[in-house]
């Protein structure tokens, strides 16, 4: 594996473990990884995306009704784009999207 397919496989780690929603010890646990491995490529990685991005506009997300049913969805809007996202999506998956439609859009 060379150093791009490794950097690669880092971020959709990253990806994943920032969509889990799971502390950086559980994450590692359940992946088979070492928790020092996680902490250094999200050193390496979003240390190197650590320049603030002009672009980069912020929204608020206002919830109408506070129950989250298991068939209810989400939608994320990236320009106009929009992604419906639903209860046991794969986030590594949701990351490669959302990265090929910032590019895009």
Sequence with gaps: MDKNELRQE???RIASYRASGLTQAKWCERNGLKAHQ?????KRIEGSNATPNPSTKWASVVMADASFHEEDSIQ???G???IEVKQG????LFADVVKVLKALC
């Design 10 to 12: 880092w971020e959709q």
């Design 38 to 42: 996680l902490k250094y490529w999200l």
């Design 76 to 78: 994320v809007k990236i």
């Design 80 to 82: 106009e784009c929009s």
């Design 89 to 92: 999506f794969h986030p590594s």
